[in-house]
């Protein structure tokens, strides 16, 4: 009689206890929250204090396959390596932390987030399958943390909802040059162009016609030199009285 309910207490004996939040995109007003590449997350701030002991990892999976992630699959394996993912596995674990990197409360004007994919070194690096390597496409992606005692899972948060990343644009979306200008500047642009015409039209007419002797040519001729002659009255010096 003892054996059936000893196997009904198994299952709960190896339980994972879901603790909240779930994962979600920072709040922080940080530029980058989202890129082509990479996100940022809120790290699990008292979300696992009551398991001290364990390492926290965090599991990325796309949208479609998150369902297919089995809690057992250890870190570190080919099962869930990063340099696998998404074509051989449906999820890969990374960012491992024990509880003391995530103290609970958060400290006064402490930054606390995560950013997911920033590791570049080790993307193509099989030794490092833990890899937080940049993130394959733009999703969209579904995320969640996982506390392991040893290699047992012992808690877990839900999913986070859908993230999807930012993409670039190719180059035949982006307009041609001259496409968005409004009426008004390329009416000014066209009167513009007919008064640059004429100012070189009018500039062209006075080098020709410069060139001509009309043009700047004037003869000056030296003014002759008029000669004053100066006089002597000899019959008034002759006089007595007009030397007085």
Known sequence: TMLPLLLLLLPAAHGIAEVGPRPALTREQLEGVTTASTFVLDQPRCTFKDFGDAVIWLVVALDKDASKFNNSAGP??????????PGAVSAYMTLNATLGSYPCPKPAGDITVLRVGSETSCAGDE???????????????????????????????????????????SPSSIPAAGSGHSAGMIAITAILSILLAILLAALVAM?????????GSSTFSKPESVTVRRYNTHHVYDQRAARL
């Open 127 to 169: 030794s490092r399958p833990t890899c937080n390597g940049p993130l394959p496409g733009p999703g969209p992606y579904r995320v969640k943390f996982l506390a392991l005692e040893g290699s047992v899972p012992v808690a877990e948060t839900a999913w986070s909802m859908p993230i999807t990343l930012r993409t670039a644009k």
């Open 76 to 85: 570190g394996t080919p099962e869930t390596a990063f340099q696998r993912f």
């Open 207 to 215: 080098l020709v016609f410069c060139g001509s002797d009309s043009c």
